[in-house]
């Protein structure tokens, strides 16, 4: 690392140091002069900088950052660029100028900008080792590379006068703050409003109708509500438990990948516990491996993605595969998401909650007067024969006050108190001690550190069996904030179940409810209302046996959340974008209704709203722009497909290192800027996932900020987007609003009754949409070989073909 006055230094060496009458080649120039300028004085890494790099049969002299931020063209000692006559003292010429004057600096700069605009390179570079041309070779703007401007040094002394400047512009740091852009624009990016923008109200909810409301309610009710109800908890874990880890046959990924859902969280090179998945067998309790764990003294943890069923497993030991052990067993259920919620000091509630349930379920009063006597008996006995012992006789009442001040100072700390009880109840009664603390992966990092920290504490001083759920990702930020210092000799791995059958026996579940088939005495008064819910439910259970799209469409745009896969069905229940009277109807006047694929996908596109709104939707816009590039509308799918395709830029577990995927998109055509926003897009809708399981914080201006990652890989959610919806008329019906069009005669037509819902105006806009998107797919010039968005739309024809159909109905 240099400074700017130490780069300046440098400069001066190297100007001392050069002949006036040199006549250098270009390898000689580089060597002796651009080489010093850039690794010397510019302060550029020569190990983030490749030389002759070859691609498509073309070298390129210099490629300077990782990812490459600039490109340089060199050009030999001898060969002079003319500069047009009264360069300005701000050191901007227009490049027609430049161009103009002199044929060597017009080669040099057409040069260079085929290269950059090749690889996704934004600046460009031209010398000959004294001039320096320093040009925008990627714009946002609407304003022609050649029609813009460049920062010109005409020699080496005027660089060294002017060397500030070049720091500011051509230093790594000053390329990646974008000073160049103050010199050489005028302002920002000119990206149009989206059509959204010309809503009235937008984003507007859609209101539910009082039938479209009961359910809402009576589904949440059913379907997620009550199985937290003692009375028929045991029943539902009897009935729709499912074991984790079996693969869906509808995933759209990989066998190899699904089976490595936790793969890559550490690297190579780190100690690591040992992963191992969770392994259910039929007619085994408590695995070897866990009991195992749980001599050790160590909590046994358990690791898995939010709503994999991590609280399911835990619930399903207690009464199904290992009821025996937790029926001889103290048994202590903590759950520290929503019960936990308003709570400051974690460990203190931890305890408040083992106090209460000890009480409440073993009927334990760790605070009665009998009781502490009992645990604090050698304390007694030891009291009784010191110093206070003696006024036993002559004096009881001071006896008594005295005994009860020791005692009081026995059981005032807390945790020591609960420990020793317990622990004695335990011994006493020949039962073991089985600690859950569920649900901390609902709570913030801190909240999932301390669960974990406390998890260890009750797994080694109080020699109890302690299960706590963590999510990768926290499991791999504690790891190196020091809390996982003993961390656990083995994690074992939370896979989720199939969402087919998850779906299946909860709706059947729901359904024996509604129709009263299963007995719930605090539930009685919902009963009347229940028939309709019936009616939708059966609608939907024989829906999804006759369509498998209907759980293609669930296994894989919920990447595998069983709860939020059963919170989809719950919203879809009481949509106010599912015409549910209409389904209730059909149901009881012809006994069956098939739901179409296309109702899951409106509701999952826009949710309660009339319009795709991206901050509540489970979908993501992959064809949204952050600047004013048409081919920015196909990063994210050239992104996704890339790491859909096998390759030896995958690993075995399905992961494209960082540096890889950002080439790929650089070599067509896309900046590191546009594929930086990509990535973090994408991983935040969870189409993609980082080997760290991180996801990104948004900063103040809404711009999503954090270390980039070491690698990514494709998840089903990105799978589907890809593979089914892309072409769709749903899925375009719904970002045509979401998306700038960067053609003024096509955004013109797009504004035309656009407040219109009928079919016939929706019809209308998403075919022009299609067709903007065709064209500037066609227009691309450097299109993969892995992915075509002309065969994705041709795929999803029919879509656009069923859609058309209904409206030359509805207009006869």
């Known amino acids: 690392m240099i400074s700017l006055s130490e780069g300046e230094e440098a400069l001066d060496e190297l100007i001392s140091s050069l002949t006036t009458d040199s006549d250098m080649n270009e390898a000689q ?69 430049l161009i103009r004057i002199s ?39 609407g304003i022609s590379i050649f029609d813009g401007k460049a920062v010109v040094f005409t020699s080496l002394a005027h ?110 090179d780190e100690p690591t516990p040992h992963i191992s998945p969770i392994k259910e067998k039929r007619g085994v309790n408590l695995s070897p491996d866990i009991l195992s764990e749980a001599i050790t003294r160590r909590p046994i943890v358990l690791l898995g993605d ?19 052990e937790f029926k001889n067993a103290i048994y202590i259920y903590i759950d520290l998401g929503s019960k936990a919620a308003l709570t400051d000091d974690l460990k203190t509630y931890v305890l408040n909650e083992i106090e209460s349930q000890l009480l409440k379920v073993y009927e334990i009063d760790v605070n009665s007067y009998k009781f502490i006597k009992g645990i604090y008996a050698s304390e007694i006995h030891r009291f009784s024969t010191g110093l206070w012992g003696a006024k036993r006789e002559s004096d009881p009442a001071l006896y008594e006050t005295k005994l009860f001040e020791m005692l009081e100072i026995e059981t005032k700390q807390k945790d020591q108190h609960l420990k020793r009880s317990i622990n004695a109840y335990s011994k006493s009664t020949q039962r073991q001690i089985i600690i859950s603390l569920d649900n901390a992966d609902q709570r913030d990092y801190d909240i999932q550190q301390g669960a974990f920290i406390i998890s260890q504490e009750l797994a080694k001083d109080w020699s109890a069996t302690v299960f706590i759920s963590v ?37 059947i579940f729901a359904l024996g409810m509604a129709e009263g088939n299963i007995p719930i005495e605090t539930m009685n008064y919902v009963k009347i209302n229940a028939g309709n819910l019936a009616m939708f439910l059966k609608a939907l259970v024989s829906s999804l046996s006759e369509n498998s799209e209907l759980y293609e469409f669930l296994s894989n745009i919920t990447g595998g959340n069983i709860r939020s896969a059963i919170e989809f069905v719950t919203g879809f229940i009481g949509s106010p974008n599912i015409d549910a009277e209409k389904i209730i109807r059909i149901m009881g006047e012809e006994g069956r209704y098939r739901i179409p694929l296309h109702e899951f996908t409106k509701s999952a596109l826009l949710g309660d709203y009339s319009h795709y709104n991206p901050d509540t939707s489970i979908a993501m816009n992959i064809f949204d722009v952050s600047s004013a590039d048409t081919g920015e509308h196909f990063i994210v799918p050239i992104l996704i497909a890339f790491l859909n395709t096998q390759g030896r830029h995958r690993d075995n577990d399905g992961f494209c290192s960082s540096s890889t995927l950002t080439e790929e998109l650089q070599n067509h055509g896309y900046t590191a800027e546009q594929i930086s926003n990509a990535l973090r897009r994408c991983t935040n809708k969870k189409l993609i996932e980082t080997s760290q399981r991180i996801t990104f914080e948004e900063d103040a201006n809404g711009a999503l900020i954090g270390d980039m990652p070491e690698s990514f890989r494709i998840t089903t959610i990105g799978a589907y987007h890809l593979k089914r919806w892309i072409g769709t008329f749903t899925y375009l019906d719904a970002m045509v609003f979401d998306t700038p069009i960067l053609d003024q005669e096509i955004n013109d037509q797009l504004k035309e009754d656009v407040n219109s819902l009928a079919i016939d105006a929706r019809y209308k806009r998403a075919s022009t949409f299609k067709n903007y998107l065709t064209t500037q797919w066609t227009a ?13 739309v041709n795929e999803a024809s029919n879509s656009f073909e069923n859609v058309k159909k209904a409206v030359n109905t509805n207009g006869r």
Not at 115 to 126: K, T
Not at 246 to 267: P, V
Not at 780 to 789: A, E, I, K, V
Request: charged share 25%.
């Open 471 to 507: 999510r990768p990702q926290t499991f791999f930020k504690s790891k190196r904030s020091g809390a996982l210092s003993a961390y656990p000799h083995k994690v074992f791995t939370i896979s989720p179940p199939r969402i087919d059958t998850v779906i299946q026996k909860r709706l």
């Open 103 to 141: 044929n060597e600096a017009s080669d040099a700069i057409k040069q260079a900008h085929q290269y950059c605009s090749q690889r996704g390179v934004p600046l460009a570079i031209v010398s000959n080792g004294h001039q320096y041309i320093i040009f925008l070779a990627s714009r946002q703007d």
């Open 306 to 324: 939010v709503g994999v069923g991590k609280t399911s497993f835990v619930k399903n030991l207690m009464y199904n595969s290992a009821q025996e």
């Open 159 to 268: 660089l060294k006068e002017n060397f500030h400047i070049a720091w500011q512009i051509l230093s790594p740091a000053g390329v990646k703050e974008k000073n160049i852009y103050r010199y050489l624009t005028l302002g920002k990016s000119t990206v149009p409003n989206k059509l959204s923008s010309k809503l009235t109200n937008y984003p507007t909810i859609r209101y539910t109708s009082e039938l479209q409301s009961t359910l809402r309610q009576l589904s949440e009710l059913f379907l997620q509500d009550i199985i937290e109800s003692s009375e028929i908890e045991k029943r539902f874990f009897s009935e729709c438990y499912c074991e984790s880890g079996a693969l869906s046959k509808y995933a759209l990924l990989s066998k190899n990948i699904l089976e490595a859902r936790y793969a890559s969280l550490f690297k190579i």
């Open 780 to 792: 691309l010039s450097n299109r993969p070989n892995y992915w075509d968005f002309i065969e994705a």
């Open 29 to 97: 120039t580089r060597f002796h002069i651009i080489d010093k300028i850039l690794f010397d004085c510019l302060n550029w890494d020569r190990q983030a900088s490749q030389v002759e790099k070859s691609e498509d049969g073309t070298f390129s002299d210099y490629e300077l950052g990782k990812p490459r931020i600039a490109i340089l063209e060199a050009k030999r000692e001898g060969r002079t660029f003319e500069i047009p006559a009264g360069l300005p003292k701000n050191l901007v010429t227009d490049l027609k100028s």
